[in-house]
T-cell receptor
Framework: EAGVVQSPRYKIIEKKQPVAFWCNPI?????LYWYLQNLGQGPELLIR????????DSQLPKDRFSAERLKGVDSTLKIQPAELGDSAVYLC???????????????FGEGSRLTVL | QKEVEQNSGPLSVPEGAIASLNCTYS??????FFWYRQYSGKSPELIMS????GDKEDGRFTAQLNKASQYVSLLIRDSQPSDSATYLC???????????FGSGTRLSIRP
């Protein structure tokens, strides 16, 4: 069974440029998460989807970040324009359950490492 | 107070000894807790989950939950160099499927 697939693995852009990350979760997983991880820190939740609905986007900086999960499967995370402080690893994770049935077992993709110059 | 707090380390333990990792949590998270291991440059992977007060053992790993004191710990027996990694404590937030992480403790097992 394929795991969570993310692309690109690495991206280097200049500040003020746009960037987009793509995530394909494990088949059948209806909860999808986007996390941001800075060096030496734990993952910080940006947005959480249950199927196609964004049920928690309170930590998403909406002035420059946007996300979508069309048809409740693949998801994209976009930053426009990127700032120097956005340099981090963007992790996508999926889970097979929602709400209180969620066991907490998240399956992570390999991440997309963003460097903003 | 952060919902989940960990000592960032690094924690250095000799090979074969017991490594003890600790995590405290706030009232805003539920009683479901998880330990993830993250090797350098890799993604986190779940190694233990615990939902009830007390101990839960899985091979060389034991998770301990103390609800009264609001802490959860992970013990690694017979530590191996391959256990060198960052260990992330995570918790499910209230009644939702929101999973939040601590900042991680870096563990180094010295031969």
């Amino acid at each position: 069974e394929a795991g969570v697939v993310q692309s690109p693995r690495y991206k280097i852009i200049e500040k003020k440029q746009p960037v987009a990350f793509w995530c394909n979760p494990i088949s059948g997983h209806n909860t999808l998460y986007w996390y941001l991880q800075n060096l030496g820190q734990g993952p910080e939740l940006l947005i959480r989807y249950e199927n196609e609905e964004a049920v928690d986007d309170s930590q998403l900086p909406k002035d420059r970040f946007s996300a979508e999960r069309l048809k409740g499967v693949d998801s994209t995370l976009k930053i426009q324009p990127a700032e120097l402080g956005d340099s981090a690893v963007y992790l996508c994770a999926s889970s097979s359950a929602t709400g209180i049935t969620n066991t907490g077992e998240l399956f992570f993709g390999e991440g997309s490492r963003l460097t903003v110059l | 107070q952060k919902e989940v707090e960990q000592n960032s380390g690094p924690l250095s333990v000799p090979e074969g000894a017991i490594a003890s990792l600790n995590c405290t949590y706030s009232d805003r998270v539920s009683q479901s807790f998880f330990w993830y291991r993250q090797y350098s440059g890799k993604s986190p992977e779940l190694i233990m989950s615990i939902y009830s007060n007390g101990d839960k053992e899985d091979g060389r790993f034991t998770a301990q939950l103390n609800k009264a004191s609001q802490y959860v710990s992970l013990l690694i027996r017979d530590s191996q160099p391959s256990d060198s990694a960052t260990y992330l404590c995570a918790a499910r937030y209230s009644s939702a499927s929101k999973i939040i992480f601590g900042s991680g403790t870096r563990l180094s097992i010295r031969p």
